[in-house]
C-alpha cells in the first residue's frame, strides 16, 4: 500500500487566494482524520470523518475552513480566503477502525502551506 | 477536555546515557500512542499501550503505562544521533475512542 498519500507537499499562496489540500487515504481505512501542527499550537485535529460522513468539526478554526470526503478515497481541505496565520503543516491520516486497539492513524507525508 | 502534558520539551542528551520522557493525561483512557517525528517530515507511530502496566520495547526505546497514575514513559537507554527526532505521546479519552490528543513532543537531539 502507498500509505496516506497528500498534495501538494507544499503550497506557497498570496493572502486572500483559495487553498485546497488533498488526501488520498489508505484502501480500507474508514475514519479519516485532518490536523494541523505549527509551533506555537502544535498538532491541533481540525475535523474527522467517518465512511465519509463528517464527525467532528469543532476543531475548524473558522468558517474559511471548510472540509469534504465526497468518496472512500479523496478528502478534501480549503481555505478561502486564506490568511497568514493559516501558514501551518496540514496532515491528513486515516484509520482502520478495526485495528484501532493495536494501531494508531497512518499519518501522511503533510502540505507545508505558507500564506504571503 | 482531555489534555495531555509532556515534559521536558526539549532534551539533549548525550550519546551512551540513558533518559526518560514524561506523558501525564488528565482523564481516564484506554489506550496511548508514542510517536516518533524527524524534522520535515510525518508522523511515525512507535508503540500502542493498552492496559496499566502495559510495557513495549523496540530495540533503545522502551515505553510503559500506568494508567492509574494517568502516566506514560518513554525510557531510552544508550542513546545514539539517530534517535535525534521529536517524540510524542498521544491518548484516546473513553468519550471518543478515534480521537487522538496529542502532547506537544519533546524534541531529542543526540550529541556525541
Known amino acids: 500500500d502507498a500509505g496516506v498519500i497528500q498534495s501538494p507537499r507544499h503550497e506557497v499562496t498570496e493572502m486572500g487566494q483559495e487553498v485546497t489540500l488533498r488526501c488520498k487515504p489508505i484502501s480500507g481505512h474508514d475514519y479519516l482524520f485532518w490536523y494541523r501542527q505549527t509551533m506555537m499550537r502544535g498538532l491541533e485535529l481540525l475535523i474527522y470523518f467517518n465512511n465519509n460522513v463528517p464527525i467532528d468539526d469543532s476543531g475548524m478554526p473558522e468558517d474559511r475552513f471548510s472540509a469534504k470526503m465526497p468518496n472512500a478515497s479523496f478528502s478534501t481541505l480549503k481555505i478561502q480566503p486564506s490568511e497568514p496565520r493559516d501558514s501551518a503543516v496540514y496532515f491528513c491520516a486515516s484509520q482502520n477502525s478495526r485495528d484501532r486497539v493495536k494501531y494508531g492513524y497512518t499519518f501522511g507525508s503533510g502540505t507545508r502551506l505558507t500564506v504571503v | ?112
Not at chain 2, 495531555?4 to 526518560?20: A, C, D, I, R, W
Not at chain 2, 517525528?37 to 496499566?52: A, R, T
Not at chain 2, 544508550?78 to 524534541?107: E, I, M, Q
Open chain 2, 1 to 112: 477536555e482531555l489534555k495531555v502534558e509532556q515534559n521536558p520539551l526539549f532534551l539533549s542528551m548525550q550519546e551512551g546515557k540513558n533518559y526518560t520522557i514524561y506523558c501525564n493525561y488528565s482523564t481516564t483512557s484506554d489506550r496511548l500512542y508514542w510517536y516518533r517525528q524527524d524534522p520535515g517530515k510525518s508522523l511515525e507511530s512507535l508503540f500502542v499501550l493498552l492496559s496499566n502496566g502495559a510495557v513495549k520495547q523496540e530495540g533503545r526505546l522502551m515505553a510503559s503505562l500506568d494508567t492509574k497514575a494517568r502516566l506514560s514513559t518513554l525510557h531510552i537507554t544508550a542513546a545514539v544521533h539517530d534517535l535525534s527526532a521529536t517524540y510524542f505521546c498521544a491518548v484516546v479519552s473513553r468519550s471518543n475512542d478515534y480521537k487522538l490528543s496529542f502532547g506537544a513532543g519533546t524534541t531529542v537531539t543526540v550529541r556525541a
